[in-house]
């Protein structure tokens, strides 16, 4: 997964493996990152096939303005067209409430249960509450006043579905907060694959999330959510055939758009040679875990072929995150000549739902996890935020070289697309000294742990939030600050040429 905490080596995570690649329809987003994208393989799409790709559930996120970490992974939300927009909700205006009751008609009390619910555990295992009300002016508690009175006022499921999404919205992915919508079943599949595949420490630590997500009344919900979107999209077809006398409508050919981009999708790497004997480029599009062995296959032979050469560069400015394993594999461990270690420390809350992902007693009785009131001094630690939260513990990223390394200068080119496992890659390498790092300052949480689940009681509906608030040496919170270039790129100059204006 995405991160470790309990075993002995970093593992593929699911941080954003799993999340990412499923059809993300959350609305997440990233505060920092202010224009709209949805990146699909590399490619910037139009809205219209990036929904037909992402497999919406057929309303905007109600987030706020601002972009998701990943593009058809967990990008905001968003509907297409306006006048697919209208379609909709003309075939919403015309469903009943009952018809509308797709996780099985709700009672009033049990949907004000399920958003206590969500509350209260934000409250007690959310460790970026202090950050977000200050980030993005999401203040808990009087959300939770505001959108209690709008939970008290549906009238049927998918209304109840909505506002719980323009809640969890307003936070903008602070954290990794996020509600799912139509992902849960290949998420869901992927974790069971890879917790059967997994052994020993990994699987003990993987099979909490692994039970917690595979519920009887989760798996209930999902499954409607499927055949309730199915249905509105069977029923604008109807409406688009009726309007243009049978002529195809837009959500075919954005579908046929959509296959026709998907064939054409480049590989996740590129390599290339800029200037031969002196400078290679290497372009690594997302870290995803099941693209690795294929990706090595292209890697290490070019890594082979350019060792000699002076200048080396590394591009993820488009790069949304993946697995952690990814980089340190195929990225660090060939390349480096030493062993690079980056401490990095993680603070968490002492909440119920915390213990059944951290483990904190087992930690705490081991010596792992110390109250945060031990902490070593850290003249950049925010302490609103570290009192907000119970315990902490070290974690010493270590990698090894695989290979013969490189001597000549190695380049990252970094910016705010640079997330999570991303994140992680810019603040290791910069603090390793692995990489000079070039382009724009880096959106955050690169430090942390596989996001968490809160499961509502009575929807199952799932939301999913970072555990751990991450902080470097120093106590720079990752989420917050990201991680600052070497060479900023002037407004206007891409990240690469600034690079080879530095290399000339």
Excluded at 52 to 57: S, Y
Excluded at 189 to 208: F, L, Q
Excluded at 388 to 404: H, I, L, M, N, Q
Excluded at 445 to 470: C, E, H, K, R
């Amino acid at each position: 997964m995405r991160k470790r905490t309990w075993a002995a080596a970093r593992q593929p995570g699911s941080r954003v493996h799993g999340k990412v690649w499923h059809g993300g329809d959350e609305g997440k987003e990233l505060p920092r990152i202010r224009e709209k994208r949805m990146w699909l393989g590399g490619i910037c799409l139009g809205v219209s096939v990036a929904v037909a790709a992402c497999g919406t559930d057929g309303r905007n996120a109600g987030a706020r303005e601002t972009t998701d970490i990943q593009s058809v992974q967990d990008l905001q939300e968003t509907t297409g067209t306006q006048n697919e927009e209208a379609l909709r909700e003309q075939v919403l205006s015309e469903m009943t409430d009952e018809q509308k009751n797709w996780m099985g008609g709700l009672s009033r009390e049990q949907r004000l249960a399920d958003f206590e619910s969500l509350c209260k555990g934000l409250q007690e295992n959310y460790p970026y509450v202090k950050l977000a009300a200050r980030q993005v002016g999401a203040d808990l508690d009087a959300l939770e006043t505001e959108y209690r009175s709008k939970v008290e006022q549906c009238e049927n499921d998918d209304a109840f579905f909505y506002v719980l999404k323009d809640f969890v919205g307003t936070f903008s992915y602070t954290g990794h907060l996020a509600l799912w919508g139509r992902r849960y079943e290949s998420e869901l599949a992927d974790k069971r694959e890879y917790v059967e595949k997994s052994g020993g420490e990994e699987r003990e630590r993987m099979e909490p999330y692994l039970s917690t997500l595979d519920n009887p009344v989760s798996h209930r919900t999902y499954a409607s959510m499927t055949k309730y979107y199915q249905e509105i999209d069977c029923r604008m077809e109807e409406k688009r055939a009726e309007e243009n006398g049978g002529a195809r409508g837009e959500s075919t050919e954005a579908a046929g758009e959509t296959a026709a981009v998907e064939e054409a999708m480049p590989v996740n790497v590129e390599t290339k040679i800029l200037e031969p004997g002196k400078t290679a480029y290497v372009f690594i599009d997302i870290f995803d875990y099941e693209q690795m062995e294929t990706d090595r296959e292209i890697l290490l032979p070019f890594y082979e072929e350019v060792k000699d050469y002076e200048n080396l560069i590394i591009d993820i400015t488009n790069n949304l995150g993946g697995s952690m394993r990814y980089f340190d594999e195929l990225v660090a461990a060939p390349l480096t000549k030493e062993t690079l270690t980056v401490p990095g420390y993680q603070l968490f809350k002492g909440g119920e739902n915390n213990e059944t992902f951290l483990r904190i007693k087992k930690g705490v009785a081991s010596g792992l996890y110390q109250p945060v009131s031990e902490l070593p001094p850290m003249p950049e630690l925010n302490p609103e935020d570290a009192a907000d939260c119970d315990w902490f513990w070290r974690e010493d990223y270590t990698v090894k070289p695989s290979g013969a390394g490189f001597d000549g200068k190695i380049w990252l080119l970094v910016s705010e697309n640079n997330y999570s496992s991303s994140e992680y890659a810019a603040m290791f390498s910069k603090a390793s000294g692995f990489a000079t790092l070039v382009g724009r300052k880096t959106s955050g949480d690169g430090i942390g742990t596989d996001p968490a689940y809160l499961i509502l009681p009575n929807s199952g509906l799932v939301v999913q939030y970072s555990p751990m608030y991450g902080v470097t040496a120093d106590g720079s919170g990752s989420e917050e600050h990201g991680t600052e270039p070497d060479f900023v790129s002037p407004e206007g100059e891409s990240a690469l040429e600034t690079c080879l204006g530095l290399i000339k």
